[in-house]
């Protein structure tokens, strides 16, 4: 049985790139210097298998929320409180209207 996936777009948020520049300023000045294009893609398609047995999962975007933080913290060793809190004050989130995958065969 196919899970279904949910789609939606993180696009940062002026405060990101703020909050990169003041934590790695002093550690790494390339990184404090780095227009907020070269830090990390200013938007990003994300998808998470959403329903399923055993999957209980009430909100899918807190969810997509929170398991982006984790991938944030893995890809980039940023440290963020896996909440909505804390990824409403970097990134927005929203769902993708339509996702077509074309190397799928119609």
Do not use: N, W
């Amino acid at each position: 049985m196919e899970m279904e996936r949910s789609y939606y777009v993180v696009s940062f948020k002026p405060a990101y790139f703020e909050m990169v520049r003041t934590r790695f300023s002093e550690a790494h000045s390339s990184l404090a210097a780095a227009e907020p294009d070269e830090l990390l893609a200013e938007r990003m398609v994300i998808a998470i298998t959403q329903g399923g047995f055993g999957q209980d999962i009430i909100d899918d975007e807190r969810q997509a929320k929170e398991r982006f933080l984790e991938y944030l913290f893995g890809a980039s060793g940023i440290d963020l409180p896996r909440s909505e809190e804390a990824f409403d004050e970097y990134f927005h989130l929203e769902r993708a209207q339509e996702f077509i995958d074309l190397d799928e065969e119609v």
